[in-house]
């Protein structure tokens, strides 16, 4: 039985010398060497001190983004 022609992948021949997953990838990619990329969601967290929470807008969580704009502007504009 043929293996597939990629370095280290042991499954069987499907097409063009390749399995499966690797001529899916060489129809989709033209390479079937090529593995796409994931995509890193890149998450920061709150700049305030002991907040472990996600920044949502200038390095802030929503409520220290708050509270931050607070204490920089002196009030809250609600307009
Ligand atoms: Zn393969
Ligand atoms: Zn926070």
Redesign the pocket.
Known sequence: MNHCLIENCTKPVKAKNLCAMHHQRLLRHGDPNIVRPKRVKKMTS?A?IN?G?AAMAKG??S??YYIQRVLTNGKVDVT
Do not use: D, I, P, V
């Open positions: 709150c305030w907040c929470k802030y969580c409520k220290h």
